[in-house]
């Protein structure tokens, strides 16, 4: 089946509060996870708790890609109870627990999934920091840089765990993604992913399969030789 172009907008949905909401269409996410990755940056994460609205703009995420890819939890395109979110519509929210103990977000895409690796904090932020203090079990008064900058801080600012697993973004009223930002090409830039074990990963410890905004310093970890590189270009 071929995949639908990018240049899919927002539609207007009613959520079960009868609020309008520019939720991004089915058509959005249908897409390879490479592209999807990539225009990913820029858009606005909502979240709703207890009627308040929290938002970011997403600022960095990696591609995990099935098959032949041993990083990912899809590697040869195997399906579990776990990661069975990943096989579902594109757009699924599939979330998983990490080290026992932290939460990270991804976005399916037939298979494949995109991490959303960090995010600059916009609407609800006093929330956001209650949040990052109540969930990480800290008495630390948390700063706004870091307040999102990793895929578990994310998860916590938002209040996002394994209740919101498989959700589907284009529909739900406590999650969704809306246009904010168009960011061009020859600003982002492509890099590694982090933490992957080379003994294990091979090859795709390596490839620059992750994405972040240049100049944004939300994002987890910047890579200077990578920016060094396209600034000669």
């Given at each position: 089946?071929?995949?639908?172009?990018?240049?899919?907008?927002?539609?207007?949905?009613?959520?079960?509060?009868?609020?309008?909401?520019?939720?991004?269409?089915?058509?959005?996410?249908?897409?390879?996870?490479?592209?999807?990755?990539?225009?990913?940056?820029?858009?606005?994460?909502?979240?709703?708790?207890?009627?308040?609205?929290?938002a970011?703009?997403?600022?960095?995420?990696?591609?995990?890609?099935?098959?032949d890819?041993?990083?990912?939890?899809?590697?040869?395109?195997?399906?579990?109870?776990?990661?069975?979110?990943?096989?579902?519509?594109?757009?699924?929210?599939?979330?998983?627990?990490?080290?026992?103990m932290?939460?990270?977000?991804?976005?399916?895409?037939?298979?494949?999934?995109?991490?959303?690796?960090?995010?600059?904090?916009?609407?609800?932020?006093?929330?956001?920091?209650?949040?990052?203090?109540?969930?990480?079990?800290?008495?630390?008064?948390?700063?706004?840089?870091?307040?999102?900058?990793?895929?578990?801080?994310?998860?916590?600012?938002?209040?996002?765990?394994?209740?919101?697993?498989?959700?589907?973004?284009?529909?739900?009223?406590?999650?969704?993604?809306?246009?904010?930002?168009?960011?061009?090409?020859?600003?982002?830039?492509?890099?590694?992913?982090?933490?992957?074990?080379?003994?294990r990963?091979?090859?795709?410890?390596?490839?620059?399969?992750?994405?972040?905004?240049?100049?944004?310093?939300?994002?987890?970890?910047?890579?200077?030789?990578?920016?060094?590189?396209?600034?000669?270009?």
């Amino acid at each position: 089946m071929k995949r639908r172009s990018l240049d899919v907008v927002a539609v207007q949905k009613k959520t079960k509060t009868n609020l309008t909401t520019s939720h991004l269409s089915d058509a959005y996410y249908d897409h390879d996870c490479f592209k999807l990755a990539r225009s990913l940056l820029g858009k606005k994460i909502v979240r709703k708790v207890n009627d308040r609205r929290l938002a970011c703009k997403i600022v960095e995420v990696e591609s995990y890609l099935a098959n032949d890819d041993k990083s990912s939890h899809s590697y040869q395109h195997k399906k579990t109870k776990r990661n069975e979110a990943m096989f579902m519509k594109p757009g699924t929210l599939y979330v998983y627990l990490t080290y026992g103990m932290y939460h990270c977000m991804n976005i399916s895409s037939d298979g494949d999934a995109v991490l959303i690796r960090a995010a600059e904090p916009m609407e609800g932020v006093d929330l956001m920091l209650q949040n990052r203090q109540r969930l990480s079990k800290s008495n630390k008064l948390f700063d706004k840089g870091v307040l999102c900058n990793g895929p578990s801080k994310l998860c916590q600012a938002l209040d996002i765990g394994l209740k919101q697993n498989k959700l589907n973004l284009c529909n739900s009223s406590e999650l969704w993604l809306e246009e904010f930002e168009r960011i061009p090409e020859d600003t982002i830039v492509h890099t590694k992913r982090i933490g992957l074990n080379v003994k294990r990963v091979g090859e795709w410890a390596m490839k620059p399969l992750r994405f972040y905004i240049l100049g944004n310093g939300f994002v987890s970890k910047k890579d200077y030789n990578a920016e060094k590189e396209m600034a000669v270009k």
